[in-house]
């Protein structure tokens, strides 16, 4: 069984900066594409981020581009968000998902673990 566990959520004031980890169990990390959600209160999961599993393709809703960065080391089974200049609207729990497939899509449907998610909060 695969388990995902996060790390690195807190409280920010607006324009500030977390990295939120992931660390991964099992052997074959290397395998997965790995994705970032959140979800604020009253509103449906929305995509954060995804990598997949070469490091190669990554991809960004437009509303984190230039802001957010995705990045993995898979010698230590551990993916990252680096969220930067955090606006009070990113204030959600964050999720991350592994892709056994390896490709790290930007929809739910596309991934098959989860972890049990971070909070952030931005204050405004």
């Known amino acids: 069984q695969v388990q995902l566990v996060e790390s690195g959520g807190g409280l920010v004031q607006a324009g500030g900066s977390l990295r939120l980890s992931c660390a991964v169990s099992g052997r074959t990390f290397s395998n997965y594409g790995m994705g970032w959600f959140h979800q604020a209160p009253g509103k449906e999961h929305g995509f954060v981020g995804a990598?997949?599993?070469?490091?190669?393709?990554?991809r960004y809703p437009d509303s984190v581009k230039g802001r957010f960065t995705i990045s993995r080391d898979n010698a230590k089974n551990t993916v990252y968000l680096q969220m930067n200049n955090l606006k009070p609207e990113d204030t959600a729990v964050y999720y991350c998902?592994?892709?056994?497939?390896?490709?790290?899509?930007?929809?739910?449907?596309?991934?098959?673990?989860w972890g049990q998610g971070t909070q952030v909060t931005v204050s405004s």
């Open positions: 990598i997949d599993r070469s490091g190669g393709i990554i």
């Open positions: 998902a592994a892709d056994v497939d390896g490709v790290g899509g930007t929809w739910l449907t596309n991934y098959d673990y």
